[in-house]
C-alpha cells in the first residue's frame, strides 16, 4: 500500500474512534442524569419497605435468630424446694453471722490472755498461730471455739488447753490495771488475726504446720514425738515429724 493510501486509512479509523467514544460519553451522562432522577425520586416509604424486605431477607437465613423463642415458658432454673435446702443447709442469717464471728474472737482472745499474757508480744501471736493451724488441720475442729475449748466437757485438767478446764472463769480483765491491759491487748491481737484469717491468712509467726507448744517449765511424754520448731518466750512450738 502506498504511503499517502495509509495516510487515509489512518483518518478513517481515528475519526471512527473519536464518534466512539462519544457515543460513550453521551451514554454515561445520559445514565448519571438518570441516576440523579432516580434518587431524587427516593421517598421514605420507599427506604421503608426496603429496610423491611432486607430485615425479612436476613431472618429467613439467619435459622439462629428466633426471637419467638424467647416468648415460650422456661422451666424456673430455682425452685421452692431448692430453696429450702439452701436455707435449711447453707444460708445463715446476717445476726447469727455477726454473733459467731463476734463469739470466734472471744475464744482467741481468751486462749492467748490465759496461755500468754505474760509472754511477749511476739509469743501472743504465736498462741493464736498455733489455735488457727488447729482449726485448718483436720486432726481439730473446724471453729476457733472448738479448738479452744475442745474436750472442755470432760474431765478436769483433759483440755487441749488447760485454762478451758480449771474451773475457772475464762473471762479475763478483772484485777489491777497490768491485767486488765493484757486482756486488752489479748483481744486486740485476736481481732487483728481473726481478720486475717478471715481474709484466708494466718499469722507468720509460725508455720502452717505448728500444731503443739507447752512452757519450759514441763516435759510433756508426746514432746519426745514431735518436732522443735521454735521457742518463744517461755513456750516451746512443734509440728509433727
Known sequence: MALGQQAIAWQVILGKTARLCALVLAFV???GAASAQQMAALTPDLLSNYVATQTATRLQQDITFKPEHWLEPQAPTVNPEMLSAYAATTFVP???????????????????????????????WAVANVVLNRVVSKRYPSSICGVVFQNAGGAKFRCQF????????????????????????????ALAAYKRF???????????????????NVSPHWAQSFRIVSQIGSHIFYSPT
Not at 162 to 184: H, L, P, Q
Request: charged fraction near 25%.
Open 94 to 124: 446476717t445476726a447469727k453471722r455477726v454473733a459467731d464471728a463476734h463469739q470466734e474472737r472471744l475464744c482467741l482472745a481468751q486462749a492467748i490472755y490465759h496461755e500468754a499474757r505474760g509472754e511477749p508480744e511476739k509469743g501472743q
Open 198 to 216: 478471715q481474709a484466708g491468712q494466718r499469722p507468720d509467726t509460725l508455720p502452717a504446720n505448728v500444731l503443739f507448744y507447752h512452757t519450759t
Open 29 to 31: 451522562s445520559l445514565a
Open 162 to 189: 488447760s485454762f478451758a478446764c480449771d474451773g475457772r472463769s475464762d473471762m479475763g480483765g478483772k484485777g489491777n490495771r497490768i491485767v486488765r491491759e493484757s486482756w486488752v491487748r489479748a483481744n486486740v491481737i
